[in-house]
């Protein structure tokens, strides 16, 4: 893919109205949620639920791009479509998780590094051939605070290099390969800090990264960023409200992420639906940023659909309408549109 077309890919990505599906989920994590509503974890069970979702009528209305497992993009529907092709018919960007997760990093209790560099060029350019055109690589940041099961002082400066790095690295060798690079640096919501100690850790950790992804020689206008939001920790006594959650992740934003950035597709990082959409909502509404916002979800998008499905093909209609109106409040929440009383209303 030539840097015009990857300049091309990633603007369609973060569309207007539009956002990413994140179906990522590794084989040990979607088996959680089978879990919950009693099915089986298995290879024609998982490609059944991916399916179902896909062949949602109207979802390229507004989701633009879904992050697919490797195992799921190798799959193919019913009827022999590849997933890939089964995307790409309805307007939808088919990507690929490139890491292999986080592992614990030495020397710094309590903190991981994403791995997956090896070999990562290779896979890039197979998964190119089997019609990705863009990749994701998920870093993962702790906050330690008083009181928690992980040590106060976390996170590390060690901590923070090492991701930033592997994050520039992963996406300059995806940038060589033809993929555009999804660079998500997800600071957790687990724990008690405060959105105070949220806005310093996700400033710290933008900041690196963007410096490592200078330092990399990464065209920013050939990516795109999935951040968290500035959020209180799930376990703080003190919750902010939207308004607050909005104002604190946008000036965090202008100080860290250059307008070259085409745009910036939130992950929910373990919000209610419609929290995470409420979120969204309030930044678009503020407005005044340089880049689109938009969402790249994950529980978010999947939660009322997969309760609905409960891996019955009869249920597979009212798990698609499901999944169709959380998807159109979450496109209606990218163009600052969303009303919360949206959510009481029928698929």
Request: hydrophobic fraction near 45%.
């Amino acid at each position: 893919m030539s840097s015009g077309e990857l300049v091309k890919t990633a603007k369609a990505m973060v569309a207007k109205g539009r956002g990413i599906l994140a179906a990522d989920e590794s084989t040990g994590t979607i088996e959680k949620r089978f879990d919950s509503i009693g099915v089986k974890n298995t290879e024609d069970n998982r490609r059944a639920y991916r399916e179902m979702l896909f062949t949602s009528r109207g979802i390229g209305d507004h989701i633009s791009g879904v992050i697919l497992y490797d195992e799921t993009l190798r799959q193919r529907a019913l009827n022999g479509t590849p997933f890939p092709e089964l995307l790409a018919s309805q307007g939808i960007i088919p990507g690929i998780k490139a890491d292999t997760g986080a592992k614990p990093l030495a020397f710094c209790k309590g903190e991981t590094v994403t791995e997956g560099l090896d070999g990562l060029a290779k896979r890039c350019a197979e998964y190119y051939t089997l019609g990705a055109r863009f990749a994701k690589w998920r870093a993962v940041i702790t906050i330690g605070a008083a009181g928690a099961q992980v040590p106060a002082a976390i996170p590390s400066a060690t901590c923070i290099w090492a991701n930033a790095h592997a994050l520039a690295r992963y996406a300059a060798i995806c940038q060589a390969q033809g993929l555009v690079p999804i660079v998500e640096p997800e600071v957790l919501m687990d724990g008690n800090h405060t959105i105070e100690q949220c806005h310093e850790i996700t400033e710290w950790t933008l900041s690196a990264v963007f410096d490592a992804l200078y330092n990399q020689r990464v065209t920013l206008e050939q990516i795109v960023l999935k951040p968290s939001m500035v959020i209180s920790g799930k376990d703080c006594a003190a919750q902010a409200g939207v308004k607050e959650v909005a104002e604190r992740t946008l000036a965090v934003l202008k100080r860290t992420v250059p307008a070259a950035v085409p745009g910036i597709a939130f992950l929910s990082g373990g919000q209610g639906d419609a929290l995470a959409t409420a979120h969204l909502d309030a930044m678009n509404r503020l407005g005044g940023s340089p880049w689109t916002l938009s969402f790249s979800y994950g529980r978010a998008l999947q939660q009322a659909a997969l309760k609905t499905w409960k891996g019955q093909a009869t249920n597979v209609a009212a798990a698609q309408a499901a999944f169709l109106h959380r998807a159109r409040l979450n496109g209606l929440a990218a163009m600052g549109q969303y009303q919360s009383g949206l959510e009481k209303k029928a698929a």
